[in-house]
């Protein structure tokens, strides 16, 4: 009786989740299927799980719009911002964790500061700046005005922090600079902080778009969400097309989801249980 | 010196070296614009070859009576305060429900759940473009075997708005889910175990153990939420450019729209400053409420 209580409650939830998870990514299964559909045929017959397995729409899409070259572009921003963040996080983050100096809280303070400042409120004199330095239309401007961020920072000093002191008095004692102690002690140790970081600088540039339109629209110099924004505007009612378009853009952050999910999930927990 | 200085762990040089790039690099992109933002929305500056011109308060003056300016923090806060709120609601609950312990295939679900939040806004405001499309779109085209006339949604005045906050849901709702569960588990079991011992139900456990001890977590969340939704743009300028008739211009889009296509910088920059303001208000009252965000003993 019990037992028999148990399994419909169970039974119970499982409905309701799963008829929760089912409006969550109705948009995307409706997206991949219309992708796989016949050109023109976007909503008619209005069905949700694929039937036809028409992959033109990929080939058109993918020959239509230069979409290899925004991969390309994307990619090539996105590993230098997340090395960079790595590198000059790691860095402050050290001095942070582990260097007392007078106003060093205060500097961190700072630091941390930076991420409440909404980009619409800089927006216009970054924009000023890059122009004067000659930068529109480069990989100037789409690379180092995001060198270092206060979120890598944030999660590495905490993860900098909870190594336990002997390992790092150890090496002192031994003689080691700070330099070694930070690379060859201190963030072998921390390498899921470091994993962290280099996801959210990866999405954040792969999932950019307002700063990439302003200053670097030029089609030889687009990263995949303008490319894509490119795209549809060339192909006005072409939607079987534009999904394949959707499906080729989210495709690297949604593995990179997948895959990292852990990471992922404990550094979007640190920004929130705080 | 430079031997010296790896050999001996010269502190204050260390922190001078390993805090300059990124000290630089917040320097020239975020404080010296935000005072430069501050400086430019004293003045008159509508083309670039000319100086700019000191006219004191007047762009603020200008902005305040400006009724399209008022409509768009309006609606910006609409947008920001339903989707941050229905997010919260829906986000608890169905994060009460994924922490059930008889519930299978729990991290498949939550990963589900989250798949919104990493899709690119502009993916996520192409796919919906097509899916609410009044005429072809998979909604409408499933909805008329229901009602005669559905609504045309992103081009219909009395429904833009909210179709664009059913798609700010969607994709702020995994975030909220994910705090939550993180939370609920921290929730000692005895406090579950006592309420079951008194004879409570499951609604009743609910609303006297679940909801007070998420409150801080609620609040944060409340303050994330909101200062992420103010500043809501791609999905905007992908799907309805603020149309029909303004009913969805939020403030993001005035200022581009100012700055960038009418090239009105000083005006622009006073938009700026005002956006900065409000944030900064959400912030404090962050602080205030939850403490500032840096302590890490209590993450």
Do not use: C
Not at chain 1, 96 to 124: C, E, H, Q, W
Not at chain 1, 260 to 270: A, D, E, T, V
Request: aromatic residues 18%; glycine residues 4%; charged residues 10%.
């Amino acid at each position: 009786m019990q037992k028999n209580k148990k399994n419909i409650n169970k039974a119970f939830l499982l409905v309701i989740t799963i008829s929760m998870v089912f409006l969550m990514v109705l948009p995307y299964l409706w997206m991949i299927t219309a992708s796989l559909k016949e050109r023109g045929h976007v909503s008619d017959p209005p069905y949700l799980f694929p039937k036809t397995f028409d992959f033109s729409n990929y080939t058109k899409a993918w020959n239509g719009a230069p979409f290899g070259k925004y991969y390309l572009n994307t990619i090539f921003v996105a590993v230098v911002v997340v090395v960079s963040r790595i590198l000059f996080g790691s860095l402050a983050a050290y001095v942070f964790a582990f260097i007392k100096f007078k106003g060093r809280d205060f500097i961190y303070f700072l630091y941390i500061s930076t991420m409440m400042i909404p980009f619409y409120a800089i927006v216009i004199p970054m924009y000023l700046l890059v122009n004067d330095f000659g930068w529109l239309n480069s990989y100037q401007a789409l690379i180092i005005p995001r060198l270092a961020d206060a979120f890598s920072i944030m999660i590495l000093r905490q993860s900098f922090i909870s190594i336990p002191h002997d390992y790092i008095d150890a090496a002192k004692m031994d003689g080691a600079s700070h330099w070694h102690i930070l690379w060859k002690i201190v963030v072998p140790m921390s390498l899921p902080s470091v994993i962290t970081s280099a996801i959210f600088s990866f999405l954040y540039i792969w999932n950019d778009f307002f700063w990439p339109f302003l200053v670097a629209n030029e089609p030889e110099l687009r990263v995949i969400q303008i490319g894509l924004q490119a795209f549809t505007g060339q192909y006005l009612t072409e939607w079987t097309y534009w999904m394949a378009g959707t499906v080729i853009a989210s495709l690297p952050p949604v593995l990179i989801f997948i895959f990292g999910q852990k990471y992922y999930i404990s550094g979007l927990s640190r920004t929130g249980l705080k | 010196m430079f031997k010296s200085f790896f050999r001996k762990r010269n502190n204050t040089l260390t922190a001078i070296i390993f805090l300059l790039p990124s000290a630089v690099v917040f320097i020239v992109f975020v404080f010296y614009p935000i005072l430069k933002a501050f400086r430019l929305s004293l003045f008159e500056w509508n083309n670039p070859s000319k100086e700019p011109i000191f006219i004191g308060l007047e762009n603020y003056k200008e902005l305040l009576s400006d009724a399209r300016f008022m409509n768009s923090l309006k609606v910006t806060f609409t947008y920001a305060f339903s989707v941050t709120f229905i997010s919260i609601i829906l986000g608890l609950l169905i994060a009460t429900i994924l922490n059930n312990k008889n519930l299978p295939f729990k991290t498949f679900f939550r990963g589900l759940f989250f798949l919104p939040t990493v899709t690119p806004t502009i993916v996520a405001a192409m796919v919906w473009i097509i899916l609410f499309n009044p005429t072809y779109g998979f909604i409408n085209t499933i909805l008329r075997n229901f009602i005669s006339s559905p609504p045309n949604w992103f081009s219909d005045p009395d429904w833009a708005l909210l179709t664009l906050m059913l798609l700010g849901i969607w994709r702020r709702l995994g975030f909220t889910i994910i705090i939550y569960l993180a939370a609920l588990q921290n929730i000692p079991s005895e406090y579950y175990e006592i309420a079951q011992m008194d004879g409570a139900n499951t609604l009743q456990t609910f609303r006297y153990v679940t909801i007070p001890q998420m409150l801080p977590t609620t609040l944060m969340l409340i303050t994330l939420g909101l200062m992420d939704a103010f500043m809501v743009f791609d999905q905007v300028l992908i799907t309805t450019r603020g149309g029909p008739a303004g009913v969805t211009e939020v403030v993001s889009l005035f200022l581009y729209t100012d700055a960038f296509t009418l090239f009105k910088m000083g005006k622009g920059s006073a938009i700026s400053v005002i956006i900065f303001v409000i944030i900064m208000v959400i912030t404090i009252i962050q602080w205030r409420l939850v403490g500032f965000g840096t302590n890490e003993d209590v993450a």
